[in-house]
């Protein structure tokens, strides 16, 4: 069964610096995703994108967060100046329709991103 | 405002009982409906989901769900749990946008 990927699995950086972590959706999807799960809380939404923009994005997704699809299989989260507190594991998704319609979001094992 | 509830943080059962895991939600019009699981290190795995129809769903690994619209309630069941079972629920609500809300998780730990 088609899979998300996400790479790194585990990425380290140091307060202030800036972190792409990448994601291969499935490949017939259209909607992707970002989710962050800071340790020991709930999964919260980032952003979704559709048909190469943001198609909705939570409070916590400012202007230190970016996302682009930069060729037809990436999908890559941007943080352009990292902060302690965005140690979270990052959650890729895709759909092959949006929210709301009835397919659901598959989502990637994460990429556990840790700020010194 | 859309809104999942699990009220149990942590369940213990015993390997081959039964198990049901609370959900409650929060949503101003019909719900979509899912429960996924993260095993430790792991990603989430969708296990079941309701979208419309048939208010019993059955999903992956023998688990089922109930969608009670009376008591906003979509409560996960499965009748004999394994220790491969152990991992953190998660029941998420979705449809009036793009996004997924997910409730806090519910960690089940299986005793031998």
């Known amino acids: 069964e088609p899979e998300v990927t996400q790479t790194p699995s585990h990425q380290v950086t140091q307060m202030g610096q800036e972190v792409i972590l990448r994601c291969v959706p499935i490949s017939n999807h259209l909607y992707f995703y970002w989710y962050r799960q800071i340790l020991g809380q709930k999964v919260e939404f980032l952003v979704s994108?559709?048909?190469?923009?943001?198609?909705?994005k939570s409070e916590i997704f400012d202007d230190q967060f970016s996302v682009e699809r930069p060729d037809g299989s990436n999908f890559t989260l941007k943080i352009r100046s990292t902060k302690l507190e965005d140690s979270a594991m990052y959650f890729c998704?895709?759909?092959?329709?949006?929210?709301?319609?009835?397919?659901?979001?598959?989502f990637g094992d994460g990429t556990r991103l840790s700020i010194l | 405002a859309q809104s999942v509830t699990q009220p149990d943080i942590h369940i213990t059962v015993s390997e081959g009982a039964s198990l049901e895991l609370r959900c409650n939600y929060s949503y101003g019009a019909t719900p979509y409906l899912f429960w996924y699981v993260q095993s430790p290190g792991q990603g989430l795995q969708l296990l079941l989901k309701?979208?419309?129809?048939?208010?019993l769903v059955q999903g992956i690994k023998g688990f089922e769900a109930e969608f009670k619209r009376s008591q906003s309630s979509f409560n996960l069941r499965k009748p004999s749990v394994h220790w491969s079972d152990a991992a953190e629920y998660f029941c998420?609500?979705?449809?009036?946008?793009?996004?997924?809300?997910f409730g806090k998780g519910t960690r089940l730990h299986i005793l031998p």
């Open positions: 994108f559709y048909n190469n923009e943001i198609s909705e």
């Open positions: 309701y979208f419309s129809g048939d208010t």
């Open positions: 998704a895709s759909s092959r329709q949006g929210a709301r319609s009835n397919q659901p979001q598959h």
């Open positions: 998420a609500v979705g449809g009036g946008d793009d996004k997924i809300i």
